[in-house]
């Protein structure tokens, strides 16, 4: 359920430059996490072994919302790359990465929603 849902989010917000590896991991202190290698477009996407203690399904709900969260944070990563790179990225690159993620989103909704302009 986790591996299906982050992989339709990707898919829905057109992160097919993205290939995600998933894992199951014990983890203390979070249920998830994603780490992403950016310059090659590669998200490590893990869910904890502690998801176990949860049951029925509130552990389903938090399962999927989990695997949305991580893929958000894939969708962010230019941006937060370029934020984080040792040079200082020019006002035109940050404002190119923020119109490229604003575009995606701009297509999601669109697409998924009945918003009419």
Not at 47 to 74: Q, S, T, Y
Not at 95 to 101: F, N, P
Request: net charge positive; glycine share 6%; charged share 30%.
């Amino acid at each position: 359920m986790f591996k299906k849902t982050a992989r339709k989010m990707l898919e829905l917000y057109g992160l097919s430059d993205w290939v995600p590896y998933f894992y199951w991991e014990k983890m203390e202190g979070a249920i998830a996490r994603v780490e992403c290698d950016q310059p090659n477009r590669i998200c490590h996407i893990s869910l904890g072994k502690n998801m176990n203690a949860n049951g029925g399904r509130d552990r389903r709900k938090l399962v999927i919302g989990c695997a949305i969260h991580e893929v958000h944070h894939v969708l962010v990563q230019d941006l937060v790359y370029r934020a984080y790179t040792r040079f200082v990225p020019s006002q035109e690159d940050i404002d190119k990465t923020e119109h490229a993620l604003v575009r995606r989103l701009d297509r999601f909704v669109k697409k998924y929603t009945k918003v009419r302009r």
